[in-house]
Nanobody, 124 residues
Framework: HVQLVESGGGPVQAGGSLRLSCVAS????????MGWFRQAPRKEREGLAA???????KYADSVKGRFLIDKDVARNKLLLHMNNLQPEDTAMYYC????????????????????WGQGTQVTV
């Protein structure tokens, strides 16, 4: 049973930073692919970042240069360091696990084949 629990969200002023964490159980963060996506009210899900098992990373253009995805293998955690946050970054942020690895290539969350948690709210 895969469980992902996100934390670290909250209110932040424009230009500020936050670090999101995702603790995984039933799934090793070092395997296959993990990532982050977000969803704002009345908007579609937006893939943000992906981390492959070999260390490769991929970012959406909207966050490239501002966000950094990382993992803490010892604690089985996925991290998202977010800098220079702007009002348009306001959304619910979700950690995602994709055993197939497809998310790394598409940055499209798929409910039928991916796992994700309840999310953590970021308000800028």
């Amino acid at each position: 049973h895969v469980q992902l629990v996100e934390s670290g969200g909250g209110p932040v002023q424009a230009g500020g930073s936050l670090r999101l964490s995702c603790v995984a159980s039933g799934y090793f963060v070092a395997r296959s692919c993990m990532g982050w996506f977000r969803q704002a009210p009345r908007k579609e899900r937006e893939g943000l970042a992906a981390l492959y098992s070999d260390g490769s990373v991929k970012y959406a253009d909207s966050v490239k240069g501002r966000f950094l995805i990382d993992k803490d293998v010892a604690r089985n955690k996925l991290l998202l360091h977010m800098n220079n946050l702007q009002p348009e970054d306001t959304a619910m942020y979700y950690c995602l696990a994709d055993p197939s690895g497809a998310y790394f290539y598409t940055l499209k969350p798929l409910s039928e084949s991916n796992y994700w948690g309840q999310g953590t709210q970021v308000t800028v």
